[in-house]
């Protein structure tokens, strides 16, 4: 429990259902603020991220979506990138225990809240904020759509996915370039969201692009990627071919020592086993 919360338990006019009422709910701003600013001069983000929680928990269990749309809010006022870095673990927290409404709500707010901060500081001087300073913002916006466009796709949600991937992938290729590790990976997330929409030919042409650039990287998640694009093969009735990415595949995870990978590659070979001889 965060300090926050503590005193909030202790103080009556914060507790319980008057916590909604105008005076109680403007203590409870104050307090929110003031603790949350304090832990970020101090350098105490797990205490931050502890004080976040409850004021979201807080609101949630009041049942006032304004009050969580009003939590969010107030954190834009607090631009350091730490603050968003929390939000985003917090929605990540709550996207695994598939609560939709706070997950959405903290990944939106992580995603307006860069936007307006790239925007802001789009033409401040070198002098003032850093060429890598402004990077890693972009690349903290590049990471916050990756984790809501997971949860997207997990929700059966691919074509609001796919629109985040895209931006992610631009963001890392801009940013880190087309080689790297993180953009191999968001392209090939990006043919996941394609395929699950049935639109399996440029499924295909970003799963390939993926597996040949992580081909030339030497990319430690080489398997995987290859996996998928074995899976969009299937989906496209190139069953040859996607038994021969999918053997290569296995080969692969077993080298790397993938348990998970290979028991999930030998099923997916099983299946597609099936499908080249249906019952007669």
Not at 33 to 42: D, G, H, N, R, T
Not at 64 to 90: F, G, H, M, R
Not at 247 to 275: C, G, M, N, T
């Amino acid at each position: 429990m965060s300090s926050f919360l503590l005193c909030i338990q202790l103080c009556p006019l914060l507790s319980g259902s008057t916590c909604t009422c105008s005076l109680g709910m403007s203590f409870y701003i104050i307090f929110f603020v003031f603790s949350l600013q304090l832990c970020i001069m101090k350098d105490e983000l797990e205490e931050a991220e502890l004080i976040l929680h409850d004021a979201l928990r807080l609101a949630f269990k009041s049942d006032n979506k304004k009050a969580i749309t009003y939590t969010y809010d107030l954190v834009t006022l607090l631009t350091n990138n730490a603050i968003i870095e929390i939000s985003l673990k917090l929605a990540s927290i709550y996207a695994a225990q598939n609560r939709q409404e706070l997950a959405l709500a903290g990944y939106e707010f992580c995603i307006s809240t860069l936007e307006e901060k790239i925007e802001r500081e789009k033409e401040l001087a070198e002098d003032i904020l850093s060429a890598e300073e402004k990077a890693n913002t972009h690349l903290l916006l590049g990471m916050c759509l990756d984790s809501c466009a997971r949860y997207l796709l997990f929700s059966e949600q691919p074509s609001r996915a796919q629109g985040m991937y895209e931006r992610a992938v631009r963001i890392s290729e801009e940013i880190l370039g087309d080689h790297h590790p993180q953009t191999v990976v968001l392209l090939s997330d990006l043919a996941t969201t394609l395929d699950a929409q049935g639109r399996f030919d440029e499924a295909y042409a970003c799963a390939q692009r993926a597996a040949e650039l992580a081909r030339r990287g030497e990319h430690p998640e080489l398997h995987v990627l290859l996996r998928n694009l074995a899976a969009i093969l299937t989906h496209r009735e190139q069953y040859a071919q996607a038994k021969a990415v999918y053997q290569e595949a296995l080969q692969r995870a077993e080298r790397k020592r993938d348990e998970v990978s290979v028991q999930h590659i030998r099923e997916e070979l099983a299946e597609l086993s099936r499908k080249r001889s249906p019952p007669t």
